[in-house]
Nanobody
Framework: QVQLVESGGGLVQAGGSLRLSCAAS????????MGWYRQAPGKQRELVAR???????NYADSVKGRFTISRDNAKNTVFLQMNSLQPEDTAVYYC?????????WGQGTQVTVSS
């Protein structure tokens, strides 16, 4: 049974940093693309960043230059380093990963950036 568990969310001041982690566990024989999405109050869930098996990345325009996605394949974990955080980054951040050729979602972790 595959599970994704996020960690690292919290409350920070504008200009601060957070590092999110998402670890996949269970009966895993394959992990492909992994990514982070976020959903702010009253807004649609949006893609923040994604990373392929071999490290190719894509970022939302709003986070380019500030966020970095990476992965540790040995630990089945994807990270999101978030720097220069701004209040508009406040959202619930969700991990999504293709595991065993199916998409799985984490439960989400709250990121709140105060001004």
């Amino acid at each position: 049974q595959v599970q994704l568990v996020e960690s690292g969310g919290g409350l920070v001041q504008a200009g601060g940093s957070l590092r999110l982690s998402c670890a996949a566990s269970g009966n895993i024989f394959s992990i492909n693309t992994m990514g982070w999405y976020r959903q702010a109050p009253g807004k649609q869930r949006e893609l923040v960043a994604r990373i392929t098996t071999f490290g190719s990345t894509n970022y939302a325009d709003s986070v380019k230059g500030r966020f970095t996605i990476s992965r540790d394949n040995a630990k089945n974990t994807v990270f999101l380093q978030m720097n220069s955080l701004q209040p508009e980054d406040t959202a619930v951040y969700y991990c999504k990963s293709r595991v065993n050729y199916n998409d799985y979602w984490g439960q989400g972790t709250q990121v709140t950036v105060s001004s």
